[in-house]
């Protein structure tokens, strides 16, 4: 079987879950099928664990154009390249219609991985301006027309299916997310805390992610202002999606620090080693997200042996189990496609008091953390979700097949 993977992220330019999933299932998947990578961005290695991979950049024709035109006119250049193949299956928004034109064109089945969905993303018109509305109807077009779709969680099929309703629910499969416990471990070393400024023996709250309205930084920030003074808060946290979230977040940190000196704000794209290290040294890895379909990040913190508290939302409470591996906070959200808490006094009082219940227990951390890197190992491998992966592939080539 030839399977031609597209998608925006992949390495060594990976900033989300889309990306780490796309490359972890590449690596898994080529020892068993044919697999073949196109990915947007600049040339890379062309052999990935034996994936064939090709780069394509966007047309210079487009380069001053919008955001979401130049994410289209690249999905094109690469159609003529997914000749001959068994299956296409494309991964986010923007190789959903690579996929999607390059199954029509040479008469393959799509699959189409769900890692997000543009209703439950509004917040990204602040990005895109009409350029949302072009990914918004890429989706929904790839959607309608997929063989098969991959839900990264039960909670994101029903997403799905709310979302579009005239998709067919036979056609949405559930595979998770996965983390490899064999590269993410708990780590004893101390040099990447040193040279951020991190004290390692503090009690700690960390945040790893980007700042997105999804992500919910500024409720953790809100947060934060109810927890002790000597308690450290590290947020790895890259450049803001919009200048507007920007100073929210920056005016957000500057309140904390006005009353407290330990807010450790690193916004680079850290090795893995390092986010690793700062990952098991702290106490409790806090995901404050409104919307999450999986949240692989709180996987990575389980399998660094790291306590998790995170937002009872989307897939969230499929990964982390309440009172076992951490615990999960209650959410009333509105259902505009905003996400956001109905009450946000009240969220944020309940995600400071869920952090304190880990941080005044050290012990009952170190437990929580022990349970949550036991079920990342036990229920989240790469091996089986490439498993099911390929299940999906045969059953959407039937499917096809049945046209």
Known sequence: MRVEIVTKEFPPTIYGGAGVHVAELTRVLASRVDVRVRAFGDPRPEDFHGARVSSYGVPPELSGANAAVQTLGTDLTMLSDLAGADVVHSHTWYANMAGHLGGLLHALPHVVSAHSLEPLRPWKAEQLGGGYALSSWAEATAYDGAAAI????????????????????????????????????????????????IDPDARTVTFVGRVTRQKGLPYLLRAAAFLPEDVQLVLCAGAADTAELAAEVDALIAGLRKSRGNVVVIDQMLPRQQVMEILSHSTVFACPSIYEPLGIVNLEAMACSTAVVATATGGIPEVVSDGETGY???????????????????????FADALLRVLDDPAHAQELGAAGRRRAAEHFSWEAIADRTLEVYRAAQAAYSAR
């Open 150 to 197: 991959i839900a990264v969680s039960a909670g994101m099929r029903d997403d799905i299916l709310r979302s579009y309703p005239d998709v067919d629910p036979g056609k949405v499969h559930v595979v998770h997310n996965g983390v490899d416990v064999e590269v993410w471990q708990p780590q004893e070393g101390t040099g990447a805390l040193l040279q951020h400024g």
């Open 328 to 350: 999960l906070v209650p959410i009333d959200q509105a259902t505009d496609g905003r996400g956001i808490p109905l009450d946000q006094d009240q969220f944020v009082g309940d």
